[in-house]
């Protein structure tokens, strides 16, 4: 079973200083808070994985007198893998987010040479032959 599923069917919450958070909340949250110097409470999933994995290393501490396995510690982890996949997610689509924006930058610096070079070649071209390219531009118009 998807872990997703598992999260939909036994309706998994997750921690947070805002309260329980949905599965499709945490989609919502930034991967770190922001400045930590607003009043506002953030909330954010470094903050909410740290806290489902501080639960789960509670319960998977050994005891040597009890041997039988803490029922919480399956959820836990499925919970923990979920908020894994979650920021695994948001890292690979800001860095998809800042390659395509570095793309675009370039592809705006080639397009600004272009132009540049078509001035300098205007620019270099003799008074008569500028004469000619707009009485031919004239020409055409009418």
Do not use: C, Y
């Amino acid at each position: 079973m998807d872990i997703f599923e598992i999260a939909a069917r036994r309706k998994f919450r997750f921690p947070s200083a805002k309260g329980e958070l949905t599965v499709e909340q945490l989609w919502d949250l930034p991967l770190v808070a922001g400045s930590p110097i607003t009043r506002d409470v953030k909330v954010d999933l470094d903050t909410v994985a740290r806290s489902i994995n501080a639960e789960l290393k509670g319960v998977t501490e050994e005891s040597f007198v009890n041997i039988n396995p803490d029922p919480r510690k399956g959820e836990f982890t499925a919970k923990l893998d979920i908020v894994k996949h979650i920021i695994s997610a948001k890292q690979a689509e800001a860095a998809a987010a800042k390659t395509a924006a570095e793309r675009a930058e370039k592809r705006r610096k080639l397009v600004d040479a272009i132009a540049s070079k078509d001035d300098e070649a205007l620019t270099k071209a003799s008074k008569e032959d500028l004469l000619k390219q707009l009485e031919e531009m004239d020409k055409a118009a009418a």
